[in-house]
């Protein structure tokens, strides 16, 4: 299509102008996806920081060198020291900047807020299958599909003779 544009914008003066508008049209839609690609890429900055203002001693970190650990000590100076190895092979211990952190288990408050609010839309759903599923109780227990017996003797006045 755009060959097709180029090949009238040389023979004709109103084709040209035709290949002006969609170029111009595609150059707006590619800056309209670089600011809301933008966006996400700060939501997620932000949720990395909150994540690594999260991290206590006894959570699990993964480096951007792929060293796995867990954390013993968090110091003031911005820096942790990490645990490695195990019992049999020897433990280590190695000391590094947060900013070295790839992975890790801890939260941040952003984070916790959107794990709380899917586990209440989850209930909810829930809520709402198991309502459809059982059908309503009375007060004495009974489903409102049964209907209480009433004995002959309550049913009918006694009789005096």
């Keep these: 299509m755009i060959w097709n544009l180029l090949a009238e914008g040389e023979n004709a003066g109103a084709g040209g ?8 049209v595609l150059i707006v839609l590619m800056i309209i996806w670089l600011i809301f690609s933008n966006r996400k890429g700060k939501q997620r900055q932000k949720e990395y920081a909150e994540q690594i203002a999260a991290i206590r001693p006894g959570h699990k970190v993964k480096t951007i060198g792929g060293i796995c650990g ?22 280590s211990f190695i ?28 209930a909810q759903q829930e809520e709402k299958t198991h309502k459809g599923d059982a059908p309503a109780e ?15 003797s309550e049913s009918e006045p006694a009789k005096e003779e």
């Design 17 to 24: 102008y035709m290949l002006y508008a969609v170029l111009g």
């Design 70 to 91: 867990i954390v013993v000590e968090v110091c003031d100076d911005n820096t942790l020291i990490i645990e490695t190895g195990s019992e049999s092979a020897g433990k």
């Design 95 to 122: 000391k590094m900047d947060k900013d070295c952190i790839s992975q890790t288990d801890a939260k941040g408050p952003t984070q916790l807020a959107r794990e709380e609010a899917e586990a209440q839309k989850k």
């Design 138 to 152: 009375t007060k004495e227990g009974q489903s409102a599909d049964e209907t209480p017996q009433a004995s002959e």
